[in-house]
Structure formats: structure tokens, C-alpha cells
């Protein structure tokens, strides 16, 4: 008896014991400090469903997916928030610093001067206003280039090189943070976080 997107587990809580339970898709669960910032990603449905049901942590947002018990049914949890606050050690926000990763997808994979496609392996950070003259190693100031511009620019503004910059460099944006945080993001995962984090006005990661 159980429909598209449902699955049966085949017993009660505690839910330790029914860790098998599979759904069709699996699902992960952003997790929120109690301070709104970023805590983590559960990978796994049911630990995000356990903070939950533990009282550790309020759901925010919810897939459609249901997951039942012989006596209750739980939508899955989407987005949730701690409700106390959890230690960290991370000393930056992250991705407020301009590492490959946030510089290219910010830049959407392209050299920022002549617009080639560059792959992970093959692109190169530049920055604007070399580091040997005072560049700052900032998202402001990191952009993406392929090798050849990079070379060709060396220790030069773009100006001095004759080079022009397609957009100016800024900080990312939540969509681009979210895609940051996963080796893949699955279409349904990010419209449920993104939409969550818009309706409450959540700004991910604020400096
Ligand atoms: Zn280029």
C-alpha cells in the first residue's frame, strides 16, 4: 500500500532500527545553525528526520516525500534549523573566500577575459589587481582566467594588458553558495533550499 514517492518502513520508532528504509530519491537536508548561518548537509534522510523527532532541531522546509511508520507518517525534512546553537570550529564564512571552486561557479566555468569554457583541472584564478602589487585575495578581486590568459596577463592589470574584463567580480550568490556546497545538486534539493531561504529571508553565510 504504497504510493509514488512513499515508502513503508517496517518499524516503529525509534528509527535507529529501520535505517534500511529506502525511498525512491534520495533526499538530503540542509541544516541550519540556531544562529541562521550554515551548519551542514545531512546525507541521509533519517538523521535529518531524527534531529526532528529528537526535538533538537525545527523543519523550515519539507520535501513532498513521505515516510511512514506503522502509526505516524513524516514529510521528509528539507531545510532544518538547530534550536540551539552548535560550535564550530569554522573560523571564516564560507565561501566568502575565493577559492576554484566559488570563483568558477560564480563565473559560470568561463575565463572572465576572452570567455573560453575552462574545466576544474584546467582553470586558473587570476587576480585582477596582482597580489605582487597589492591585490587583495578576495571574491572582489579573484576572477576566473584560461591559461593562456593568465599568462598573457601576468603581473599586469587588464588594462596594462589589453585585456578586458567581462563582468566585474562580486560575492556569490545563494543559488551559486548552494551549488558550492555539493558535488551535485539535485534540481529538487536546490528549489527546496533556495525557496526556503527566500521566503524567510535567510542570507546564507553573511559576512
Ligand atoms: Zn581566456
Known amino acids: 500500500m504504497s504510493g509514488a514517492g512513499e515508502t513503508w518502513l517496517r518499524l516503529p520508532i525509534p528509527f535507529a532500527a529501520i535505517g534500511y528504509a529506502r525511498i525512491g530519491d534520495p533526499v538530503r537536508c540542509m541544516v541550519l545553525n540556531s544562529s541562521f548561518e550554515f551548519l551542514a548537509i545531512e546525507e541521509r534522510w533519517i538523521d535529518a528526520l531524527s534531529l526532528v523527532l529528537a526535538g533538537k532541531a525545527t523543519p523550515l522546509e519539507h520535501y513532498p516525500e513521505v515516510v511512514r511508520s506503522q502509526h505516524c507518517q ?10 540551539y546553537q552548535v560550535k564550530t570550529l569554522r573560523r571564516r564564512p564560507l565561501f566568502n573566500a575565493p577559492t576554484r571552486k566559488a570563483v568558477f561557479i560564480r563565473d559560470n566555468f568561463e575565463c572572465q577575459y576572452c570567455g573560453v569554457r575552462i574545466s576544474m583541472s584546467a582553470g ?3 587576480h585582477v589587481m596582482p597580489r605582487s602589487r597589492g591585490g587583495a585575495d578576495t571574491l572582489a578581486n579573484v ?13 599586469r592589470t587588464p588594462e596594462e594588458a589589453g585585456l578586458t ?10 543559488e551559486e553558495k548552494v551549488q558550492c556546497l555539493l558535488k551535485t545538486v539535485r534540481t529538487k534539493e536546490r528549489a527546496a533550499w533556495i525557496t526556503c531561504l527566500r521566503r524567510l529571508g535567510i542570507a546564507l553565510w553573511a559576512a
Open 124 to 126: 586558473t584564478r587570476d
Open 165 to 174: 574584463l567581462r563582468r566585474k567580480p562580486g560575492p556569490l550568490s545563494d
Open 74 to 83: 513524516f514529510n521528509l525534512p528539507a531545510v532544518v534549523i538547530m534550536r
Open 143 to 155: 576572477v576566473t582566467a584560461c591559461r593562456s590568459c593568465n599568462f598573457r596577463k601576468d603581473n
